[in-house]
């Protein structure tokens, strides 16, 4: 009786080690396959990450959009175009400008203005339709008229250490050169909302920039500040923000900023008779010559290690000032670079305006001018025999 009951535990005990074996066995098979699965997933969702075209990205957000309407905004415009160039109108542009922003802009869903500061003349217009819109928030660009401004009101110099934190500080010619908002924010809440605004008028901002210019749309500078609970006017001065500025609004302030004060009517001839005809119009002269070597030399460093670094990938044989921005409305992001080319022979302005997703930031507008540069610069056109001298000032309006 003993002997039967010592096997039948003996074969239990067997069964029962047999059962945990297995069970183990599946457990471990179970979690195996749960690993690769997970290990799978992830390898999937990064590889749609990488490898996502903007056609992909569009129907994989419209798919979401069912459960988060928002998340539809955010690659709504596209970074780039298949031909940006459709519909401008050139006879009266230079052909070598045109040429070398057209290169330099490539696919990339933006426009390229080329003016001459010393007369208001468009030399090249790319993509006439965004160039000539109502525009678009000016990003950290509007800090050139913060600066103006605060220099004309006496409220910095370039040497000035303003506090930002207890423990830092900074001047006028780094914080532009490094596009610091919190600087350009202290800056508009001591100047204050009215003389901010009265500045920005005298630049040309919220009025027509051109000269009879067919289809140019009217960028808006609001008559009342920003909301304090949205960032009220240090919000505006570091940003832009309830800003629309159109690239030729820009262009004539840094036309303005290049020739030593005179804001000039931009024109765009649009026939070889009416470029044989041109004759420059002043809108206003601006009282901004004895700070524009404060405001240069941080527009200078902009580009020689700060924010606009990005021009010298392709060009640094000759001086470039600039500003770059950045920002996002709605999704949409924008990329801005306003400068001009300094030398010898003349000065030339650019500015370049990008409009998408993520592809789109102020260093890369400000890549795609220094290539510009460069193109112009293979092309002799900084060597005297191109650039116009110049011309004698047609009648102030």
């Not at 003389?195 to 960028?219: C, M, P, S, T």
């Amino acid at each position: 009786m003993k002997k039967v009951s010592i096997r039948v535990a003996i074969v239990a005990l067997v069964t029962l080690v047999l059962s945990l074996a297995g069970w183990a066995a599946g457990a471990g098979a179970a979690s195996a396959g749960s690993t690769t699965t997970t290990k799978a997933r992830k390898k999937s969702t990064t590889s749609r990450k990488v490898n996502e075209s903007p056609a992909v990205t569009k129907k994989i957000v419209a798919r979401r959009s069912r459960r988060r309407p928002r998340y539809v905004e955010r690659f709504y415009t596209s970074s780039f175009a298949d031909d940006v160039t459709s519909g401008d109108v050139t006879a009266g542009e230079d052909p070598v400008v045109r040429a070398a922003a057209i290169d330099a802009l490539g696919n990339m869903n933006g426009t390229v203005v080329a003016l001459d500061p010393s007369t208001g003349r468009i030399l090249a217009m790319v993509n006439q339709r965004l160039a000539l819109s109502e525009g678009a928030e000016p990003c950290s660009t509007i800090k050139l008229s913060v600066a103006l401004a605060a220099l004309s009101e006496n409220v910095v110099n370039k040497e000035t250490m303003v506090p930002l934190t207890r423990r830092t500080s900074m001047n006028l010619t780094h914080a532009l050169a490094v596009s610091n908002n919190l600087y350009f924010e202290t800056l508009g809440r001591r100047l204050g909302f009215d003389k901010v605004q009265y500045y920005a008028r005298q630049f040309g901002l919220g009025e027509l920039a051109g000269w009879n210019i067919d289809g140019e749309h009217l960028g808006t500078y609001p008559s009342q500040p920003l909301d304090a609970k949205l960032g009220g006017v240090g919000r505006m001065c570091s940003f832009g923000e309830s800003i629309s500025m159109t690239p030729l609004q820009l262009g004539a302030l840094v036309g303005a900023i290049a020739n030593g004060g005179t804001l000039y009517y931009l024109q765009h001839p649009l026939t070889s008779d009416a470029l044989a005809n041109f004759q420059p119009v002043i809108k206003r002269k601006l009282d901004i010559a004895p700070y524009l070597p404060d405001l240069m030399e941080g527009m200078s460093d902009a580009v020689s290690y700060g924010t606009a670094r990005t021009v010298h990938y392709n060009f640094s044989e000759e001086q470039i000032l600039g500003k770059t921005g950045t920002c996002s409305n709605n999704g949409t992001r924008f990329g801005w670079f306003a400068s001009f080319a300094n030398t010898q022979q003349g000065k030339i302005v650019t500015v370049v305006f990008l409009r998408g997703g993520r592809a789109v930031y102020g260093p890369k507008a400000a890549e795609i001018a220094g290539r510009m540069y460069r193109n112009l610069y293979d092309h002799s056109y900084f060597a005297g025999t191109t650039m116009r001298a110049p011309a004698a000032a047609g009648a102030q309006q």
